[in-house]
């Protein structure tokens, strides 16, 4: 596996699912580049700022830390009240519809802020906590920001020098810290309007058609979330409102920050007042989006485990199936980061194997039992993917899963469709998949009668003829003309024709694969005559 020449994960999904994500266009007019705004804010005490800067540092810690900070508590920097600013008491249910600064017992407890643009930034921190101490208010944290460089350790050293000596937490947040959270969550427009910087600088995001219907109905939602529901009293059929706002956060790709907020409190909700179903799908999304879209495998990995532990002795295979579509991406890294050998050894992978094929032994249960040995198939093609002969016994055990399912009510065929189709680029040579997808292909065209079946399986021959397969290529391009013919799709059965004259004129075929051409070219003929 050539590691190096992987897509990223956003990317691999976008190539693959590209309505996920936004197709609005972003113009940036003019530059506020991160040299620019460094030089601005050190220099700020010599441009009589210190009050601008004030503003601008609680709007941002708003945005980052904690949304429920006071006005200044003084005339000027640290006033009579010894902070510049300070978190005022919000409830538990208030809390919940919080989406930035989300942060565990800022709504509770006393935390303090002061600001200050001094360039000897280590002794005013020594001097802020320790008048802010001495307020005897209960602090439990006290944030000093400053617009000064500082050095990691000497950082690091003077927190804990003075957390030790107080017996306070107290964090420092420097020049470095103000830019990565500035640029990182796109948030450059409260340091101009804030800092009164002169700057053509301005984002400009024009919405596709499809932004500007997810958009409203974004709006919609937390025009809902804010006017109707009361935090305290939220029924189960509002709980999904939370997390389909935060689904449309994320495909309008807004700020990773703002987006995970949303994804925080539908988890949140959903603990409280929605049932297990309700948080599963919470983690599931958080979690996905925590890979695919923020690229944060250490957050994908905390709402994994969140899932795992709260299924960890249920018997719903189909709770599992959609862990194991998680439980693949948490292989993988581990296959990339360790060897093949430590993913089976992994306690997670273990217990999900044992757990499904305990669900499928219970046959009273066909569907579930069905889906649970298509899970266990899903886990082993991650296992032995190397293994040519058990794959094509992983593909043939796949098929025979799906045949006893064929009659089932319950038996997920659309979702197993698409699963196979997902890995033609993978698996097209074995002949196990070749048969469950011949299988698979049928059974759509059988069942829905249009013409999706038939336009999956010519995009499966124009790969195989890009492959240089050609008679599976013209084996299964000639099983699209009838179902295509048959619902008049014109440009489908133009392009077939197209890819079956390229493949007669380019390629030198044994006779029999010309006499098959040849009668398939016949039956396009006699289409577009009637046409």
């Known amino acids: 596996m050539d590691i190096q020449h992987l897509p990223s994960p956003k990317q691999f999904l976008k190539n693959r699912r590209p309505e996920q994500f936004s197709t609005s266009e972003e113009k940036t007019i003019g530059q506020l580049d991160r040299v620019h705004l460094e030089n601005y804010l050190v220099s700020l005490n010599t441009k009589s700022k210190e009050l601008q800067f004030e503003t601008f540092a609680k709007e941002l810690c708003q945005k980052i830390i904690c949304p429920n900070l006071l006005e200044q508590t003084g005339p000027v920097a640290g006033g009579d009240g010894k902070t510049d600013t300070q978190t005022f008491p919000v409830s538990e249910q208030n809390k919940l519809l919080w989406y930035v600064g989300v942060n565990d017992n800022a709504n509770n407890e006393r935390w303090a802020f002061a600001v200050s643009t001094q360039k000897s930034w280590k002794s005013k921190c020594k001097t802020d906590v320790k008048k802010i101490v001495e307020t005897e208010r209960g602090y439990t944290k006290v944030f000093c920001i400053t617009n000064q460089l500082i050095k990691a350790n000497q950082r690091s050293a003077l927190e804990d020098e003075l957390s030790k000596q107080y017996n306070i937490q107290v964090c ?46 974004f709006d919609e939602l937390e025009c809902q979330i804010n006017s109707e529901i009361k935090p305290d009293n939220i029924s189960h059929n509002q709980v999904g409102i939370f997390l389909e706002a935060a689904d449309l956060s994320k495909q309008l790709e807004q700020p990773v920050f703002q987006t995970q907020g949303y994804y925080d409190r539908a988890v949140n909700i959903a603990k409280r007042f929605g ?54 991406i948490y292989m993988t890294e581990k296959y990339i980061k360790t060897n093949k050998e430590g993913i089976q050894d992994d306690s997670i992978v273990a217990h999900t194997i044992n757990q499904l094929k305990d669900i499928s032994k219970d046959k009273s249960r066909p569907s579930n039992s069905l889906q649970a040995e298509l899970s266990l198939a899903k886990i082993e093609l991650m296992l032995f993917f190397q293994n040519h002969e058990k794959i094509d016994e992983i593909f043939c055990r796949i098929l025979n899963v799906c045949e006893n399912g064929e009659c089932l009510v319950g038996f997920p065929f659309e979702s197993v469709y698409g699963y196979i189709n997902e890995l033609d680029d993978l698996f097209s040579e074995y002949t196990g998949y070749q048969a469950l997808q011949d299988y698979l292909t049928e059974q759509s065209i059988k069942r829905h009668g249009d013409t999706k079946a038939s336009r999956l399986t010519l995009e499966r021959g124009l790969r195989q003829a890009e492959k240089k397969n050609y008679y599976k290529a013209i084996q299964l391009i000639g099983k699209t003309l009838a179902p295509l013919n048959k619902e008049e799709s014109i440009e489908d059965v133009t392009f077939a024709n197209m890819a079956l004259a390229t493949i007669y004129t380019q390629v030198d075929l044994h006779w029999a694969a010309r006499g098959s051409l040849l009668i398939v070219s016949s039956l396009l003929t006699n289409y577009f005559h009637k046409h």
């Open 275 to 328: 049932t297990t179903n309700q948080l599963f799908n919470a983690y599931y999304s958080y979690a996905r989006a925590s890979y695919y879209w923020f690229e944060d495998f250490d957050l994908f990995k905390n709402n994994f485990i969140s899932i795992y532990e709260l299924i960890t002795e249920s018997s719903n295979s189909i709770l599992w199936d959609d862990f194991v579509t998680l439980l693949t």
């Open 172 to 217: 420092i947040l420097d020049l470095s810290w103000i830019l990565d959270e500035i640029y990182k969550n796109k948030l450059e427009n409260i340091a101009i309007e804030t800092l009164q910087i002169s700057t053509s600088f301005k984002r400009e995001v024009k919405l596709s058609a499809d932004d500007y219907s997810k958009k409203q109905r």
